[in-house]
């Protein structure tokens, strides 16, 4: 497979511009980038019920990715009640267009109090849907870096996983937990 092909948008009739996601070659990349970030935030949809993987769902993998890196999760839809069930709760809970337009406000003091986010990564929401958002933030919030760790490429992010077998996407998002808390 080439490169162009691993870094095609699902979303075909949409151009991202010349300016596109950086291509996340390898998980350490996100642990570095999360590690660096001073205010991740990250923003969680209703895919990660999709996609089960050796019994284990998407939506698992991020509740261990947010308890391990400590990252604030804000659950759009319905998915606040998969967190629930998992004994995790979200930093909060409200629509994605409500969380990116909030974000896109310099002066938002964010989701705590303590000041704007540096880095915002989502996951599991609709493909057609996070471009947009990411694209918004792309051009409204330059002070804010992206990364998308859904397993299809996100041009209209900073960084992207390229377009991945489901498979290495959930082995990629494993070795992402088991890195992000180690000293």
């Not at 002066?107 to 705590?112: C, T, Y």
């Not at 990411?134 to 919030?141: D, E, Q, R, V």
């Amino acid at each position: 497979m080439n490169q162009t092909t691993l870094t095609e948008s699902w979303q075909k009739a949409e151009v991202g511009g010349p300016k596109k996601a950086l291509l996340i070659t390898k998980p350490s990349i996100v642990v570095n980038m999360i590690k660096k970030a001073q205010r991740p935030i990250l923003i969680v949809g209703s895919a990660v019920l999709e996609h089960p993987v050796d019994a284990q769902a998407p939506v698992d993998l991020v509740v261990q990715l947010a308890q391990r890196s400590r990252i604030p999760v804000v659950a759009t839809a319905h998915i606040v009640g998969e967190f629930l069930k998992r004994n995790y709760c979200p930093a909060a809970s409200m629509s994605s267009m409500d969380i990116v337009n909030r974000l896109v406000d310099g002066e938002w003091s964010g989701l705590d109090g303590q000041g704007q986010y540096d880095l915002a990564l989502f996951i599991g929401l609709p493909y057609y849907m996070e471009w947009i958002l990411l694209n918004a933030l792309k051009h409204f919030a330059s002070h804010i870096g992206t990364m998308s760790l859904d397993k299809t490429y996100q041009p209209n992010a900073s960084w992207s996983f390229s377009n991945l077998t489901v498979e290495d996407w959930v082995h990629n998002l494993k070795e992402i937990i088991s890195k992000i808390g180690a000293e």
